[in-house]
Every structure is written in C-alpha cells, then in structure tokens.
C-alpha cells in the first residue's frame, strides 16, 4: 500500500496561492477570501469551525489539508512579567523556541527561521547547539499566530489592553505588530521561505504587519543582503558585527571566513545605495573583549558614510562561552564615541534574561 500523502499546511498558501489551489480543484476561487478571513482574522483552530463554506470547499479542505499549528510543550514566563518564551514542537518532533516581548506601547514576537543555525557563533547559544534543518514558510508564519493567539487569550484576561473604539476582532485583543527575525537561525540561509513567510504575514487581510515593523537579522551572509538591495525588499536590515577588523570578526563570527568583513560592508553600501535604506549593526558588547573606546572609533571609521545605527548588546549568558557582558559604563563609553561620529546608538533594553530568551540564549538540548 502507498503511503498516505501528507496533508498540505494550510499556513503554505500565500492568499493568491489558495485560490489557485481551490481553482485546481474545480472551486471557485473567491472562498479563498473567506478562508484566508478563518485563518488570520479569526483564527480558527480546527477546519471544523470553518463553518459557512460550502460543503464541497470543506470537503476538499478535510481531505487535503491541515492546519499547521505549533503545540507548546513549554512556556516560560519572566520574571518582570514583560517576556514568555515558548517551546513549540515541529511536525517532524523538533523543536524550535519562539519569545513574546511586551513594550510600552507594543508587542514584538521574535521568531526562528530554522531549527539550530549553520553559522556557528561562539557566544550563541543556537549556534552552538549546530544546525539541523531549515524551516517551511508555514512553520515560520505559525510562530506569529502562536504570539497572536496568547494575545487573544491574555487580552480576554485583561480587558483593559483592548482598544475600546475598535469593533473589530483584532480591537479585542492586543495587536501584534512587530516582529524581528533573532530567534534560532540565519533568515537569510533560509531566505526562499523567509521571503514567503512575510509576505503571507504582511497581507492586510491577514496579522497585516506593517514592513516598517520587521526587523531581520543577519550575520552577514552577503548574497542574501545584495539579493535584499536586488529585490528592494521592504523590511529592516540588522547586521550582527560585533567587531571591526576581519581577523577579530572571524574569531566571533565563523561565517565572516566565508563573507569577509570587506565584502559585507560593500554588500551593506550597496544596500543603502540602492534602497536609500539605513542599516542597523548589532554589537555584541563582551567584556574586555570588544567593548573599549579604540573599538568603538573602530566602528566609527567603518561605518563612516554609511546611513547607520549601532544596538549596543551587552552579552547574554551561555553555557557554551565564558565571557561576560560588559558593565553599563562601558556601553555608555562606547555610545559615547560613536556620538562623535554622528552614529545613532541605542543600548539594547534586556528582556526575559532569567529565563534565556534573551538575544543569542535561544537554543534546544532536548525534544
């Protein structure tokens, strides 16, 4: 007997993508709308509450399709009551880690792009654990859902985080409107899927992102930042530099042996040039490391020119590396001399540190 052919996840489809498939099968497009409206808007959490299709749409669906929900076999939760990280299983049974980062003023979902990472850097704790697979558009996409269902259910908690003047079911809930690509992986190793990902997750029918609200992070995998200049892209570019000579860079950052600090700042012009786009650069601030002033005029004369702003890091902890995380005095020193270079730098706000959701903590031992 053949094997049973596995059902399509529905969190694949792009919108125009569904109707097409609906078309193939001799069904009106035009339910694509509403099935699109079930899984974004309200989102269903079975087909079976998909209840106004017509029978024959429902049919095929049940048939051939699934939707493609992460289940969290953990959630931890900070201690400032601001972070909630999740551990959610894939269909295959490994497991990604996906963080809630409440603000004043907004919710940021930060979500992986691959279970573990090919990119090995030494004070990351995903980059120790190595890479495993890439991951589907669909389990990218189910991440955000992941973040707005618990905003849905912790907004039914806590009414007052709803916005009393709007009627819709998205106003009866806290909104999900920014998401950064830091979690597990390199977006742009897994840049196909990525690219689809948002594009499903930025339809106004749907969580209706806003571009100006993602933010992807790369540690400098050029052609994937020439193919972004390339294909003008509209989201935020991060570049996780973390120092300012190659020989110091490549000790970090074993991918920068591949893409030379020279190639990547070119890659990065080129960006700029082309989107008339800033870039922002990520340092990671590792004590007596790289967090003295000649560094950061190091960074000041690198990016000379560019249109530029530094996030100063401090390290988080891992098991894998032993460095610590430079003292608020050095950062500020060092966000001081990059004021002299007219660079806007901004000293990362740490969030859900005690419960390693922090930048470079996410990883998976077990599941």
Not at 174 to 199: F, Q, S, T, W
Request: contains cysteine; positive net charge.
């Amino acid at each position: 007997m053949a094997p049973a052919t596995e059902p399509l996840n529905l969190y694949e489809f792009t919108r125009a993508e569904l109707g097409e498939w609906l078309a193939r099968g001799g069904l009106n497009a035009v339910h694509a709308g509403r099935i699109w409206n079930y899984l974004y808007y309200t989102a269903v959490s079975s087909l079976d509450e998909m209840t106004d299709l017509p029978p024959r749409v429902r049919a095929r669906l049940e048939q051939e399709t699934a939707l493609g929900r992460l289940p969290a076999e953990h959630e931890s939760r900070s201690t400032d009551g601001f972070t909630r990280k999740y551990l959610l299983r894939l269909r295959d049974d490994r497991c990604i880690e996906t963080v809630l980062m409440r603000f004043k003023g907004r919710v940021t979902a930060c979500v992986s792009s691959q279970a573990g990472c090919a990119m090995g850097c030494v004070f990351c704790a995903t980059g120790q654990m190595g890479f495993t697979r890439h991951l589907t558009a669909g389990e990218i996409v189910a991440q955000a859902l992941h973040i707005d269902r618990v905003l849905r259910e912790t907004s039914a908690d806590s009414p007052a985080l709803a916005d009393p003047a709007d009627n819709s079911p998205h106003g009866r809930h806290e909104r999900l409107r920014n998401l950064v690509l830091m979690g597990m992986g390199e977006p742009l190793h897994n840049y196909d899927a990525v690219m689809k990902a948002l594009e499903i997750l930025r339809d106004p029918n749907g969580l209706g992102l806003g571009a100006r609200k993602i933010t992807l992070s790369t540690v400098g995998v050029v052609p994937g930042i020439l193919r972004l200049a390339e294909e003008a892209r509209p989201v935020h570019l991060a570049v996780s530099l973390h120092a300012a000579t190659q020989e110091e860079r490549a000790a970090l950052v074993p991918a920068a042996r591949a893409w030379p600090l020279d190639e990547l700042m070119s890659a990065c012009r080129t960006y700029c040039q082309k989107l008339r786009r800033r870039i922002f650069f990520e340092w990671t601030l590792i004590e007596g490391k790289n967090d003295g002033v000649e560094q950061a005029h190091a960074v000041g004369r690198l990016l000379s020119g560019l249109p530029a702003q530094v996030n100063l890091i401090p390290l988080n902890p891992t098991s894998g590396y032993q460095g610590g995380p430079s003292a608020l005095e050095a950062a500020r020193r060092f966000q001081s001399v990059l004021a002299g270079y007219s660079l806007p730098c901004t000293i990362r706000q740490r969030r859900g540190i005690d419960i390693s959701a922090g930048c470079g903590q996410l990883a998976v031992l077990k599941g």
